[in-house]
């Protein structure tokens, strides 16, 4: 059974920068796991904002974080981090990290970003963004 577990959020001004870990437990790299960071706020659905594989590049981010945010992972750790950069107010949300075993791209071509994709959950990590 894989075991998710979120931190490194917490409480931040408009343009810091910070990093999120996802530890992993539970799992085999034997197969390809597809990892991703969503993020939700009250009201609102689920989001996937990063995804990774363990087995395949390139990673994904949406284009509302583009250019501001990295997913990476470290196999030999079992950990996937995300580096959030010049964070805004509206990046307020609590940051889930999330797995399915296989790869991250169906076989339409399209990646896995809907949350009833993912298998396994972590219990999340709150970021506050202030202006």
């Known amino acids: 059974h894989v075991a998710l577990m979120e931190s490194g959020g917490e409480s931040v001004q408009a343009g810091e920068s910070l990093s999120l870990s996802c530890t992993v437990s539970?799992?085999?790299?034997?197969?390809?796991?597809?990892f991703a960071w969503f993020r939700q706020v009250p009201g609102k659905e689920r989001e996937a904002v990063a995804i990774?594989?363990?087995?395949?590049?390139?990673?994904y981010v949406d284009l509302s974080v583009k250019g501001r945010f990295t997913i990476s992972r470290d196999n030999a750790l079992n950990a996937v981090y995300l580096l959030m950069a010049s964070l805004k107010p509206e990046d307020t949300a609590m940051y889930f990290c999330?797995?399915?075993?296989?790869?991250?791209?169906?076989?339409?071509?399209?990646?896995?970003?809907?949350?009833?994709?993912?298998?396994?959950w972590g219990q999340g990590t709150q970021v506050t963004v202030s202006s």
């Open positions: 990774i594989s363990t087995h395949t590049s390139p990673a």
């Open positions: 999330a797995a399915r075993k296989s790869d991250c791209v169906r076989r339409d071509g399209a990646l896995y970003q809907r949350v009833d994709e993912y298998n396994y």
């Open positions: 539970g799992n085999s790299y034997d197969n390809a796991y597809c």
